[in-house]
């Protein structure tokens, strides 16, 4: 089974840093891509910011300049680099990969991984 393991969220002030890991581990043969969500209390989840294998990234605009997301394709790892956190960052971050699988080696398929806390203090 696929099993995708997320670190690296803690509570911060305002302003400050933090870096997210997320490992995918398990019967992988190929990674399309992997990213980040997160989801605030009482809203809806939403993208952060993606990287495919090839090196495209996309990030949500509330966090263009700030977020930087990064891969090591080799160990199936995606990181997130956070830096002049807000108060509004504050949410539940998940991770996400699309991931073609020894189970099923005709389809691509989506896994989340468990998420991790972050909270930013004002």
């Known amino acids: 089974q696929v099993q995708l393991v997320e670190s690296g969220g803690g509570l911060v002030q305002a302003g400050g840093s933090l870096s997210l890991s997320c490992v995918a581990s398990g019967s992988i043969i190929s990674t399309i891509a992997m990213g980040w969500y997160r989801q605030a209390p009482g809203k809806q989840r939403e993208l952060v910011a993606t990287i495919h294998s090839g090196g495209r990234k996309n990030y949500a605009d509330s966090v263009k300049g700030r977020f930087t997301i990064s891969r090591d394709n080799a160990k199936n790892t995606v990181y997130m680099q956070m830096n002049s956190l807000k108060p509004e960052d504050t949410a539940v971050y998940y991770c996400?990969?699309?991931?073609?699988?020894?189970?099923?080696?005709?389809?691509?398929?989506?896994?989340w991984g468990q998420g991790t806390q972050v909270t930013v203090s004002s």
């Open positions: 996400n990969a699309l991931l073609t699988t020894a189970q099923d080696i005709t389809r691509s398929q989506t896994y």
